[in-house]
């Protein structure tokens, strides 16, 4: 569905107005904040789905000043037709019009089925595209944008997340396994207190107990009564099975009789028949290939004698046609290439032919046969050419440097007269220099107590800094010093008390060099003290002055000094310059004579080429050159042609010794084809032939070898089988083995009644053949049934005094305090039974939610993943190569193209918003299988910087392709990405 045109009766701050959309199916909405973007959204949503009622959370837009409500929309269906879709207000949600191109009027149903049943709220998690699903998830917890993304991909809005939490909630009022204040949980501490509450009363009815007591022995006769009965039911069933095994015995016996009549089933090879058969009816195709191979072997021997060909030279004959049919291919590009030389002769004597005409005037090839044209006159004509061209560029570039020298000098004088007005003069400088001599020598006595001071107060903070170091290393010495006592006290008393005086001896003396070693004095602090003390001594010797006065007037005869040392320089410089330019005009000056003379030179010297090359030398030196150059390039062309003429003539040679090689198989074979081509391709295609046929008849007799060896194998593997069942024929070989398998059927027969026997119950059959026949059976039937039937009605006396015993415990119970405990004992059991039914049908619930989502996830979500993962990729520049959804979680994972996995809420905001636009753009292609709606984007891209907003409008372009899509957006260098016929601006009024 796309939608053309926006009618607005009256809607929000909108009244009477129309907005046309483009026939693009990109639209872009722009306008400031206030201008009525989000209304004409809703607009679109009221007109489709329904004006919002009163009692919904969403605004209604209704006209401010009091005209009429709703609107039209106009929309092109899926058939092409437009349609015009109208809402006003009337029910509930507003009366709607569907008008087609016929005139007909439908209402709400055509509307449904235009939709394809889809509601508001649907459409508005699907299609309409904004951030308002992660902005709420933010305001949640941010550890839950995983979570919500999911939902957000099954149904494009968080009603799931938000049902499951509901449920929960519900779950956890009603019952939590360690929890005490939910209902469930206080039921059935209170059911607990009033079972103790119903045990107590039972405990004070002395007859209470008594009948417990009589109901208790009455349940003991009854069972010890169905323990005698079930004995001799067991007893019954024995003398069933005796009774119907005997039979079985008697037919068991009547097989043995008959297998000791059949031959034993060593006399007969396993599976004899079956193996039989198989070789036989192998032995059938076999004689057939034999007689097909003979057959053909005759045919082949037929053809070749057809050919007329000699049997032992065939391939002799067949590989030298073979090597002269390569040869051919040689001589086929010799007479190719024989018209094509032949063609460029003759293009090449027209060139000829053109270019005597245009050097001499006539076609005569002598008139250029003894001219010469070495390399040495075209190096001395090019060197000459150049020369004049040389000084052709010469004399114009004489003069401009004259022109250019002459300003240039006039210039440079000037500027010279003006800088020497500007200096100061010899005397007044003397002066300036003596003054700053004199004040450099007073500051530098001042100066000089500064620096001294400054370095005493370095070496007096180096000094402390080199202090604080030494107190450190010598407590440190300290310490070591105590350790190494300690441990030498121990070692020394250690040594003693093992007997080791020699050793204890030697380590008393190396302790003490130990300690002899211990730190001295620190040679940098002593040197830093001498030196402070030197400048110490040196600052008494040093006068003070006003130092600031002398340097502000020492900087003000510097500054003077300095403008004028620039001012000499700049003379100096302009001085040399005008110096050097007056020698510049005096050379260029000089240079003119000298290009005359070299003009006349040159002259003289290219008057012999113009003898050599048959002109006069009126013509222009630069086109002797190209003279040359044309009567060398005629020179050429006329030795290319004897080349050529030549080629011609050894391309006629090969062909004719290859005629010669070739005729006597011709003649041989028969040949009567005209063309050369032709005679190649008919002797190779009549001996390919012969060739083929020797080849097959070849193949035909290592084949009928191969099967009359085959034949012999069948035959032995026939005997060997005859052999092992004793007998000389085939037909006697069946009828043993119908023998053996009637033996087979007998053995299988006695295996199943022995299985009969064995099912019949635990008697033995050797009990069976020893103790019982069928007259002592039937007499112990009738007494164990007359037993039986006594057991039954001493079983129906106590069954009838027990019930009268629970009668009178139930009217116990239902009088007097027990009764009314009992009462309250089963309603609250009752009640706790109808919170855990709520309970359970909650849990079964939420339990059909996750298996629904986890089908989503197993059928559905897999598709949807990759095109999402392929928009997310695009978006992100490659920068993120994948999408994965764990089994074990329900959080997406991104996978960066390093290779690092993210959980959605590990991504930066416009990324992960990225990951959001990604999955609602594939959820929409999922959703476009069954309806396609427009795509409605409310600023979505804010978050978005340059490059990633360059690919997100390029993906809208994509997909505006099958979709319509509406962009509203308040930024205006979102909007300057689009074309301006693609823009809608909407003003403040």
Known sequence: MKIKELIIYGYGKFENRQLKLSNDSLQVIYGLNEAGKSTIMSFIHSILFGFPTKQQNERRYEPKHGGKYGGALFVENSNHEILKIERISGKRTGDVFVYNNKGQIGNEDELKQLLKGMDKSTFQSIFSFDLKGLQHVYELNREMLGKYLFLSSIFGTEAIYLLQDKLAKKQDDLYKPNGRKPILNSLLTELKTDRENLLNAKAFEDEYHELILEQKKLEQHLNEIRSEKSAIQVRLKQLEKAAAVLPLLQQKQNCLDELAKLPAPSEFPENGLFRLEQVVAKLHPIEGQLQTLTEKEKRLINDLKALHVHQDDVLQDWQ?????????????????????????????????????????????????????????????????????????????????????????????????????????????????????????????????????????????????????????????????????????????????????????????????????????????????????????????????????????????????LLKEEQILQKIEVEAMNVENKERSYDRIVSQYETWERDVHQLQEHLQPFYHILKTTDEAAPELLLERYERIVQCQKQIREKEQLREKLQHIKEKVRQFSEKLAPLLNRYQITSSHLEGKVLELNEKLEKAVSILTSLDHVKEELKEIQSIRTYVQQEIEKLLKSANVSTVEQFREKSVLIQKRKELEKQLLWIEGQVSSKGAISLKQIEEEFDLKTINTEESKLESALEELSRKEEASQKRLAETKVRL??????????????????????????????????????????????????????????????????????????????????????????????????SQGTAEQLYAAIRFALVEQMSERIKLPIMIDDSFVNFDHERLERSIQLIRQLSKQYQVLLFTCHRHIVDAFHEQEIITLSEN
């Open 810 to 907: 139930q009217n116990i119970e239902d009088s007097g305090t027990y009764s009314e405990l009992k009462y309250k004992f089963e309603m609250k059991r009752a009640e706790t039974k109808k919170m855990a039914q709520k309970w359970a049908v909650y849990a079964v619930a939420k339990d059909l939610m996750q298996k629904t989502v986890d089908y989503h996830r197993a059928n559905r979500m897999p598709k949807m993943l990759e095109k999402a993962e392929g928009y997310f990729r695009f978006l992100t520049g490659n920068q993120y190569t994948s999408i994965m959804l764990p089994e074990e979680k329900t959080s997406i994972l991104a996978k960066r193209r390093d290779g690092v996995y993210f959980h959605a809420e590990e991504l």
């Open 320 to 560: 030298n046609v073979h090597s002269l049919k390569d040869e051919f291919l040689l001589i086929r590009q010799y007479l190719t290439e024989s018209e094509t030389l032949k063609l460029e002769l003759k293009q090449l004597q027209k060139k000829i032919d053109e270019d005597l005409l245009y050097l001499f005037g006539s076609t005569n090839e002598k008139e250029i046969e003894h001219i010469q044209t070495t390399m040495i006159m075209k190096e001395q004509l090019k060197q000459a050419v150049k020369q004049y061209t040389q000084l052709m560029n010469q004399k114009q570039w004489l003069d401009e440097q004259f022109e250019r020298a002459k300003e240039t000098l006039e210039e440079s004088e000037q500027q010279l007269e003006k800088l020497k007005s500007l200096s100061i003069g010899k005397q007044k400088r003397l002066e300036l220099e003596a003054e700053k001599s004199d004040l450099e020598a007073q500051l530098e006595k001042m100066k000089h107590r500064s620096d001294v001071i400054q370095q005493k107060e370095q070496l007096k903070s180096q000094m402390t800094k080199r202090e604080k170091i030494v107190q450190k290393k010598k407590k440190a010495w300290k310490r070591v010093v105590f350790g190494a006592s300690m441990l030498s006290m121990i070692g020394f008393i250690t040594l003693i008390a093992f007997n080791q005086l020699f050793y204890a001896i030697v380590f008393l003396p190396l302790f003490i060099l130990f300690l002899m070693l211990g730190p001295k004095e620190d040679e940098l602090l002593h040197h830093l003290k001498e030196q402070y003390d030197q400048l110490e001594n040196s600052l008494q010797f040093v006068n003070h002055g006003d130092v600031k006065r002398l340097e502000d007037k020492l900087e003000q005869i510097k500054i003077r």
